[in-house]
């Protein structure tokens, strides 16, 4: 399985902007999906934005337009560039690699990093 590092979570005001950043142990071109998902106190964890194998990408609605999934294949990372941030983007942000030939795979998570957005 692959592993997964991550960092750049922190504490912001409102308005402000934060890059997180997912390293992979091993090559993800063309292999994994990439996703962001993120868990508020007293919520289930959601998806936010991902990349597919190839670099396709989709954000759910909450961020779409403030948040951007990108990738730099050399260094095997996929970063989160988070603008406009609001108090109810505070959360522990995951990042998940499931290989696209295995779907059904809930895959490798990191460990997760804290963003706070205060008012």
């Known amino acids: 399985q692959v592993q997964l590092v991550e960092s750049g979570g922190g504490l912001v005001q409102a308005g402000g902007s934060l890059r997180l950043s997912c390293v992979a142990s091993?090559?993800?071109?063309?292999?994994?999906?990439i996703a962001w998902y993120r868990q508020a106190p007293g919520k289930q964890r959601e998806s936010v934005a991902l990349?597919?194998?190839?670099?396709?990408?989709n954000y759910a609605d909450s961020v779409k337009g403030r948040f951007t999934i990108s990738r730099d294949i050399s260094k095997n990372t996929v970063y989160l560039q988070m603008n406009s941030l609001k108090p109810e983007d505070t959360a522990v942000y995951y990042c998940?690699?499931?290989?696209?030939?295995?779907?059904?795979?809930?895959?490798?998570w990191g460990q997760g990093t804290q963003v706070t957005v205060s008012s």
């Open positions: 998940n690699a499931r290989p696209l030939l295995d779907p059904q795979s809930s895959g490798s």
């Open positions: 990349i597919k194998g190839f670099g396709d990408t």
């Open positions: 091993r090559s993800i071109y063309g292999i994994y999906t």
